[in-house]
């Protein structure tokens, strides 16, 4: 499969352009993975960390429908990799396959997109129990361009560790 990664507008209105990065962000990531070999997604940046581009998507997932299911939505859905809620278990992919991992990140995908597309406005509110807090959709779109970039960027090292491959 080819990833499509589209730039970005130069000019739009904020929401337009708020989904436009976040999505730049999320291909960027998918284009950081493709054509390797589930064992070359699993390689392990530094062990003993268990960081792994595979890691990376799973962790994806799991940041996805947390921020846009389980606190906009208000869904009351459990972690995908993890039954005690410790997001840290999604980035151990030792033993996980890329097909399961890439699935449950691309569904999520979609159901934030869906999410954040019925919401009446950046301005909607809900609550983010882990932090005690209410959040806007605004926040939650600018957090995940932010940890879209930061682990693009350990994406970036990883991949060249594996095949010598750098930029997008």
């Given at each position: 499969?080819?990833?499509?990664?589209?730039?970005?507008?130069?000019?739009?209105?904020?929401?337009?352009?708020?989904?436009?990065?976040?999505?730049?962000?999320?291909?960027?990531?998918?284009?950081?993975?493709?054509?390797?070999?589930?064992?070359?997604?699993?390689?392990?940046?530094?062990?003993?960390?268990?960081l792994s581009l595979?890691?990376?998507?799973?962790?994806?997932?799991?940041?996805?429908?947390?921020?846009?299911?389980?606190?906009?939505?208000?869904?009351?859905?459990?972690?995908?990799?993890?039954?005690?809620?410790?997001?840290?278990?999604?980035?151990?992919?030792?033993?996980?396959?890329?097909?399961?991992?890439?699935?449950?990140?691309?569904?999520?995908?979609?159901?934030?997109?869906?999410?954040?597309?019925?919401?009446?406005?950046?301005?909607?509110?809900?609550?983010?129990?882990?932090?005690g807090e209410d959040?806007?959709?605004?926040?939650?779109?600018?957090?995940?361009?932010?940890?879209?970039a930061r682990h693009?960027?350990?994406?970036?090292?990883?991949?060249?560790?594996?095949?010598?491959?750098?930029?997008?």
């Amino acid at each position: 499969m080819t990833t499509e990664r589209i730039g970005p507008p130069l000019i739009a209105d904020e929401r337009e352009m708020l989904r436009a990065f976040l999505d730049f962000h999320r291909a960027t990531l998918a284009l950081k993975c493709e054509g390797l070999t589930d064992e070359e997604l699993r390689r392990q940046s530094s062990p003993p960390s268990t960081l792994s581009l595979l890691g990376l998507v799973r962790h994806m997932a799991e940041v996805e429908r947390n921020w846009f299911r389980r606190v906009i939505g208000g869904e009351d859905v459990p972690l995908v990799w993890s039954e005690t809620g410790d997001y840290q278990e999604a980035y151990d992919a030792r033993t996980a396959g890329a097909s399961e991992a890439f699935e449950a990140w691309r569904r999520e995908v979609e159901h934030a997109r869906r999410i954040e597309r019925e919401a009446g406005s950046l301005d909607v509110v809900a609550h983010n129990p882990r932090w005690g807090e209410d959040v806007s959709l605004r926040l939650v779109m600018l957090h995940m361009m932010h940890e879209y970039a930061r682990h693009n960027g350990h994406a970036d090292l990883l991949r060249e560790a594996v095949d010598g491959s750098v930029g997008v």
